[in-house]
C-alpha cells in the first residue's frame, strides 16, 4: 500500500508549480492551481479511456479467472476495492461540496452545496483501489507490478492539470484507494461475490 502513496507524493511534490507559500491554501497549506493543460496524454480523452478501462479490464478478468486461480481473486478483490471506494467517495463529496479550481481559484471554498464535488477525486480513487491489490499480491514476487502506481500518479497529475482538483482532493483519492485496495486484499473471500450467484466464483475459461 505503501508504494503508490509513496509514488503519488513524489509526483505531485515535482508537478507543484514554484510559488510563495501565501498563494497557496486547502487542509495542507498546498492547495493551488496549476497551469492548465489538457493537450497529448493530458487531454480529458485519455482520462476516460484510463478510468473506463480499468474497469472493463479488471472485471474482465474477474469474470474470466473466477475466484478460483491467484489472478482471478486479486481482480475480484480489485472490484471489491473500486465498488467501496466509489461509494465511499461519492459520501465525501457530498459531505464536504468542494468546490472545484475550474469554478474557482480559491482552494478553500468547502460546503458550497449541491454541485461542488472536488473532495476527494473519484477517478484517483478509483484508479488507486483498483491497482492495490495487484501491487500487494504480485509486487513482492514480481517487482514490475510496482509500475502500476504510475496508473494513479499520471491519473492524479492529469486532474490537476485539467483543473478538476486540488492537490488535497487527489492525495484524498490515493489515500482512500489504497485504503480499500488494502482492506480488501486482506479478505479471503471478495465481498461482491458473496451476493453473487455460486456461479460467478468459476470463471469462464473453465465454463468453456
Known sequence: ????????????LLCVPSAPALAAGGPLGIDQRVA???????????????????????GALALWEGSESRLGKTSWQAVDSMALGAVAATGLKLAFSRVR????????????????????SGEVTLITSVVTPYILEYGPDHPAAY??????????IARMKSWGHWQTDVLAGVALG???????????????????PQGFSVGFNKRW
Open 101 to 120: 479550481p475550474v469554478d474557482s481559484a480559491n482552494p478553500n471554498q468547502w460546503f458550497q452545496g449541491s454541485g461542488n464535488k472536488s473532495f476527494p
Open 36 to 58: 492548465f493543460d489538457e493537450s497529448g496524454i493530458w487531454a480529458r480523452r485519455n482520462q476516460l479511456a484510463l478510468e473506463y478501462g480499468s474497469v472493463a479490464v479488471v
Open 178 to 196: 489504497a485504503t480499500m485496495g488494502y482492506l480488501m486484499h486482506e479478505r479471503d473471500v471478495p465481498l461482491v461475490l458473496g451476493v453473487l
Open 147 to 156: 509500475a502500476l502506481a504510475l496508473l494513479p500518479v499520471y491519473d492524479g
Open 1 to 12: 500500500m505503501k508504494t503508490p502513496i509513496r509514488a503519488f507524493f513524489l509526483a505531485l
